[in-house]
């Protein structure tokens, strides 16, 4: 039976939106199975490596972080055990899902179907340095890229539709980011102030919008519960990382990273346009203060540049939106140029990047490169060789000392080597006094003899007895990172000068 004039109008729309979800899909496949291929390259980053050993003591909160991201990480080794790949699978997803979604965010924008809003806006994001490095390794911000990522695409919904129950999904997503990374609480600031100042003022009075804030609330309500027995520790942490940063200069080039890092150099001028085109629309100037906000505070108090990086995929949208409304009207060659000259430059400039950043070859000059390049894959560099290490002048001790042996770590990468590969040299558990190691605390049985990791000779002298240089921190590569060129030496050392409960109270690291 043939069918009716109004039955294809219904079935089209429905037809194309499969579609879009479907190509937005494959881009964001493509970025996955090349991040797959790549990710097993190297060594666990230092910053895995302390999600690994907290995913060994989970609880409801850490010194440096909420307790998502070690819950993920207890389920990755569940799953996969120590693989690279498959702990790295996680990021992987959230990062093709910030693809994925961001691409309908244009679409919700009004970007045409197939067209060139909603894959300009997916290969934009995916060709990002931050997106990009996010996929790589194992880290909070993998996680709180897609939260902020669907919190943008949630607000986008409301706004569009007008209808208050997305307040449900953003309060969702909200507590899920408050269990994730604490700064979302700027991007949350971004929302009021865009609520205050907007239009969407009148949802203050809508009962949905205060039950998304239960809802976020209720999600985050064990962490909060776990900070207040723990006196707000991660807020003490958080301090002492800024006023680090500061002082170390880290806190420098703040606005150039928004165009150099946080997007595609290419595509700046796309999210520019992007923030423009928000602040005119007056259904959506709230999306522009969800920017604007969290930029502001985090220039004024001297944030790094990457604290923002979550709101670019709901600029990058609206600006593919808009260049694609501005082409529509333009003659068949201006566009088809235009088109071209863009997505030749943001290739171009990904490629760039994905040399930088991502692991592309194991050895070689791409390799050799790369590491030139980019500190955080020098990083992943040398821990199989240092606990190896650690394994070799234990074994060189006499008897009566590996009896009574502790290993005295000075950082959580340390930690976290001497805690996820020791076992296999049958090493005792690490003694840790930075971040969470520092409330796991030491042996019932403390050691007479220790082996001290990342610390000075001036505070192995200090704070034990008998110390003396045992070996020496480094790799096979001649890579030069923290480990090989911040305090190398590993001493062996006798008791300490004073007990452990003085020593653990007098010693609490934040790094």
């Known amino acids: ?116 809003a909603q894959v300009t806006t997916a290969l934009a994001v995916g060709l990002s340095p931050l997106p990009l490095f996010e996929a790589t390794e194992f880290q909070y911000t993998s996680f709180a890229f897609l939260w902020y990522a669907l919190i943008a695409w949630f607000t986008i919904k409301l706004l569009k539709t007008e209808n208050p ?34 239009r969407a003022r009148k949802y203050f009075v809508s009962p949905w919008f205060w039950g998304g804030i239960g809802l976020a609330l209720l999600i985050f309500l064990p962490n909060l519960i776990w900070l207040a027995h723990h006196d707000f520790i991660s807020y003490t942490f958080l301090q002492h990382i800024h006023k680090r940063d500061v002082g170390e200069g880290r806190a420098a080039g703040y606005l150039t990273g928004q165009f150099w890092l946080n997007a595609n150099l290419v595509a700046a001028p796309v999210w520019i346009v992007g923030l423009f085109a928000y602040l005119l629309d007056r259904r959506y100037r709230m999306i522009a203060l969800m920017y604007l906000v969290p930029l502001t505070i985090f220039w004024v108090s001297k944030g790094r540049f990457y604290y ?38 943001l290739f171009a400039c990904g490629a760039y990047v994905c040399a930088i950043i991502v692991p592309l070859a194991p050895s070689g000059p791409l390799r050799d490169f790369a590491l030139s390049k980019n500190g955080d894959l020098r990083e992943e560099i040398g821990w199989d060789e240092m606990v190896k290490t650690v394994a070799g002048i234990r074994d060189s001790l ?36 930075t971040n969470s190691g520092w409330l796991v605390g030491y042996p019932k049985e403390p050691p007479s003899t220790v082996i001290l990791i990342g610390m000075s000779q001036e505070f192995a002298d200090r704070e034990f007895t008998a110390c003396r240089v045992a070996g020496h921190n480094g790799n096979s590569l001649g890579v030069k990172n923290e480990e090989s060129e911040s305090r190398p030496e590993i001493f062996v050392c006798g008791p300490l000068r004073e007990t452990w409960p003085e020593f653990w109270k007098d010693h609490q690291w934040f790094g």
Request: glycine share 12%; proline share 4%.
């Open 1 to 116: 039976m043939p069918s009716t004039a109004s039955e294809d109008k219904i079935e089209k729309p429905v037809l194309a939106g499969r579609s879009d979800v479907a190509v937005l899909i494959g881009i964001a496949a493509i970025f996955a199975i090349g991040h797959i291929a790549t990710n097993g390259r190297y060594g666990f980053h230092r910053d895995e490596l302390q999600f690994l050993s907290d995913a060994r003591h989970l609880d409801w909160g850490f010194v440096a972080y909420p307790p998502m991201t070690p819950f993920l990480e207890h389920i990755g080794l569940s799953l996969f055990g120590l693989s690279l790949v498959g702990l790295r699978m996680f990021s992987v997803a959230a990062q093709a899902i910030v693809i994925v979604v961001s691409g309908l965010m244009a679409r919700d924008l009004g970007g045409g179907r197939l067209a060139l």
């Open 165 to 198: 129950r997305w307040w449900l999904a953003i309060g969702a997503a909200v507590g899920l980011g408050l269990l994730t990374k604490y700064s979302i609480t700027f991007y949350i600031a971004g929302i009021l102030v865009g609520l205050v100042v907007t």
């Open 308 to 345: 923002v990086a979550e709101a670019y995929p709901m600029l990058l949208a609206m600006g593919a939106v808009s260049a694609e409304r501005w082409l529509s009207r333009r003659a068949k060659i201006t566009r088809l140029s235009t088109e071209a000259v863009f997505f030749a430059g």
């Open 398 to 433: 006499p008897h009566s000392e590996q009896t009574s042996l502790g290993i005295l770590v000075g950082n959580y990468g340390e930690r976290g080597a001497i805690e996820m590969l020791g076992p296999a040299y049958r090493l005792p558990s690490p003694i840790s006094i």
